[in-house]
């Protein structure tokens, strides 16, 4: 079972880790907390309390707390799109809290809409379920390594920033793999 | 050589990238630094203070320090298994330190054990060394990947939490490569 | 365009993530970011402010900020080579900051040497730009994992201290790929 609490020292342990702070309005981080949970329970995963999930895994990666845009957004607004993740000044109040843009690609975002508005027809019409428009075949995943540090992965677009050396997304190129033997 | 205050050093970074905090207890401390400290110069690598090591690194590398299980631990009961590392509520005394139970799989501890006793008997009557039961070659590694973030680990099991994005062992699947060209 | 709020977000979040303090002197601080922003901008990469960069990427890697270096200088002196990034009790003048000696092998000191002088005594003679005496053709990258937490890497050498787990640089063996089907 997921409590409000394993959300919040996830949440938390997190922001230590990146040096962040949980949004100080108590009943503001309850919401996003719990909005958290209900995702997790619904989809399996923690997916962003403040978009819309399509409940396909691969199409919802990069909307999975701690989304892919919450570094990038953090070092250019002071928060993340939901304000659940803060910088200091912003968290003691030294800077004012300004509305985000969603850095979230349109493309991305229509791929999940697809979906999730054909789950919804289906559930009106009462209609058998068709074949899905995307799929997790539609995604391709790379390996990806840093040129700074070295940091290798396997996702589809390389971070934003590196989490290990903090290099920006450029540095990343795909590591392409030769058999030994 | 190995100081006491190295020992400590890289606990304390350790614990600061982790948002933990190590015992406040300085003489309890004392002595699980001093038993990290003993147990690298045996074996060459720092094996938990709290655990009997088999002093074959492949038997033993999930209880190095910071051991696989200390994060989940820290996680569950707010300390890691021998209460070195420790989350802030229980660092500054407002949530009781509780006994932890051990979370190593009791197949683990039976090989490390085979190990441990088997040198040890082989010290008391003098015999040869025999073939060791377990070695490095019983354990297969293979390449892991987080589903959520990407991040990429050569090891025996995925990790119970991973390191980068916090997403749970079970979004950890196995990345199998193939080659290019 | 990069500014020096940029820099210093990016520095600071990374001390952060480390456990680390940004040198307390203001001004001298100032002077370090200054460095790495006329580094970032002249060479796409903001190499470290007290060394002497070549311009081609693959020789100056190990002293992009943060350096190669900074981890094992921090641990046993306490400050980076250039003082910007520091350890809590130095940050507070508990401890003394001692001159540090250059950790960064000769050998990659001479060979980016050569090529800055090579592109200097051009620019001199107005000569026409010869063949490089070393290119990024002459590092050989390889796949290497950590055997205590099994993170990956892809450098020409691995780091001095594993990022996840801080163990040290000997706990690396190079991983050797063998391909599946």
Known sequence: MITIENVRQRAQADARTYGYYLNPDSEFLQDLLEGLKKNEERYGYPSCPCRVASGEFELDRDIICPCDYRDPDVAEYGTCYCALYMRKDLYEGKAPILPIPERRPA??????????????????????????TAGPAAVR????????????????????????????????????ITPVG
Chains 1, 2, 3 share one sequence.
């Open 107 to 132: 493309e991305k975002q229509t791929r999940a809409y697809a979906v999730t508005s054909q789950v919804a027809s289906q559930a009106v019409t009462g209609e058998a379920p068709v074949m899905k």
């Open 141 to 176: 995943k790379k390996l990806w390594y840093c040129r700074q540090c070295g940091y290798v992965v396997f996702r589809e677009d390389p971070p934003y920033v590196c989490p290990i050396c903090k290099a920006k997304r450029e540095m990343f190129v795909e590591l392409e």
